[in-house]
């Protein structure tokens, strides 16, 4: 990936919900055009904070992120998506009130033209959904609200997903399913961020990973290379000393 330009790229940026309390204590983040990237890090490291930084939520107190060429300090979330982003948060990501098609249809909402094949494109890559298309939301299974968050956001085709823990509170069996979608949208070509508190699933599949600690990227390499670090499995994923 390094022949390219970054497709996003954070530098030493602080941030954090409080004045004077920085979550982020100067981390620096980038992908690259098609990229799968995990941030992984301990309870509190600040994972989440930075996907919500680097999407509008939150303003940085110092530091640069740029996407797709354009500064994004400063930019409000509806003006991010429509730079080619889009972020699926980790709990309250679908609209539990409206059916399987509106919320995807509520996706879409800053396209000017004809959303049906968007939406039967959808269909088609999550059937499960398509079953459901008139069921509300609120009445889906974990593991299907969570494909609907994820189809909702690929309504708009973006560049890069930021995907929130979407593995969390579901059954392994709806784990794998889900990282396998994770995977399959991958291989169409859009950068995904994944945030993820399964640290091994998420390195096995990633391209490149961070693994955050107090708001500071600690180490960073290929996801092969971090599972199969000593350090970063004695301190993040469980292993022990031989």
Same mark, same amino acid.
């Given at each position: ?134 069921? /509300?939301?609120?009445? $889906?299974?974990? =593991? ?6 994820? @189809?909702?956001? &690929?309504?708009?085709? %973006? +560049? ?47 391209? /490149?990973?961070?693994? $955050?600690?107090? =708001? ?6 290929? @996801?092969?290379? &971090?599972?199969?670090? %000593? +350090? ?11």
């Amino acid at each position: 990936m390094p022949d390219s330009d970054p497709l996003l790229e954070v530098e030493n940026v602080y941030a954090g919900y409080v004045k004077d309390l920085d979550i982020l204590q100067g981390v620096n983040f980038r992908i690259y055009p098609g990229e799968l990237v995990a941030v992984i890090g301990p309870n509190g490291a600040g994972k989440s904070t930075l996907a919500k930084t680097i999407f509008g939520l939150l303003t940085p107190r110092l530091g640069s992120m740029v996407f797709a060429g354009k500064n994004l300090v400063g930019l409000k979330s509806d003006e991010i998506v429509q730079q080619g982003m889009c972020y699926v948060p980790q709990i309250s990501n679908v609209f539990r009130s409206l059916t399987v098609e509106e919320n995807l249809e509520m996706g879409a909402f800053v396209l000017d033209q004809p959303i049906q094949s968007l939406k039967d494109e959808i269909f088609t890559r999550f059937p499960k959904l398509a079953e459901r298309r008139h069921q /509300r939301a609120g009445t $889906l299974s974990g =593991g299907e609200r969570q494909m609907l968050a994820m @189809g909702r956001a &690929l309504m708009l085709k %973006p +560049k890069l997903l930021l995907l929130d823990e979407p593995s969390a509170a579901l059954s392994p069996l709806l784990v794998d399913s889900v990282f396998e979608q994770i995977r399959e949208i991958n291989r169409t070509g859009t950068a995904i961020a994944l945030v993820e508190q399964n640290a091994r699933k998420a390195l096995e599949m990633a391209d /490149r990973g961070y693994v $955050l600690e107090a =708001g500071r990227d600690r180490f960073e390499g290929r @996801g092969i290379d &971090l599972l199969n670090d %000593p +350090k970063v499995g004695e301190l993040y994923l469980g292993a022990t000393k031989r």
